[in-house]
Nanobody, 121 residues
Framework: QVQLVESGGGLVQPGGSLRLSCAAS????????MGWYRQAPGKQRELVAN???????NYADSVKGRFTISRDNAKNTVYLQMNSLKPEDTAVYYC???????????????WGQGTQVTVSS
């Protein structure tokens, strides 16, 4: 059973920083793209950033220059360093990994449980 476990959310003042982590566990054969999404109250889930196995990154315009996505392939972990946080960054953040479990023939998207990020003074 593959699971994604997130950590690192919390309450931070505007201008502050947080680092989110998401580790995949279980019998995993291979992992392709990893990413972070967020969903604010009353809004649809949106892509924040994603990263390919080779390290190519893509960011939403709203976070460019402030957030950095990275990955540790040996640890099946994706990170999101969030700097210069703004109140509009407040949301539940979800990690996503597109992976192939051992003994399974199809790739699938797996999601973390979500972690709350609140930016407020």
């Amino acid at each position: 059973q593959v699971q994604l476990v997130e950590s690192g959310g919390g309450l931070v003042q505007p201008g502050g920083s947080l680092r989110l982590s998401c580790a995949a566990s279980g019998s995993i054969f291979s992992i392709s793209d990893m990413g972070w999404y967020r969903q604010a109250p009353g809004k649809q889930r949106e892509l924040v950033a994603n990263i390919t196995p080779g390290g190519t990154t893509n960011y939403a315009d709203s976070v460019k220059g402030r957030f950095t996505i990275s990955r540790d392939n040996a640890k099946n972990t994706v990170y999101l360093q969030m700097n210069s946080l703004k109140p509009e960054d407040t949301a539940v953040y979800y990690c996503n990994q597109f992976l192939l479990p051992v003994g399974v023939r199809t790739w699938s998207n797996y999601w973390g449980q979500g972690t709350q990020v609140t930016v407020s003074s």
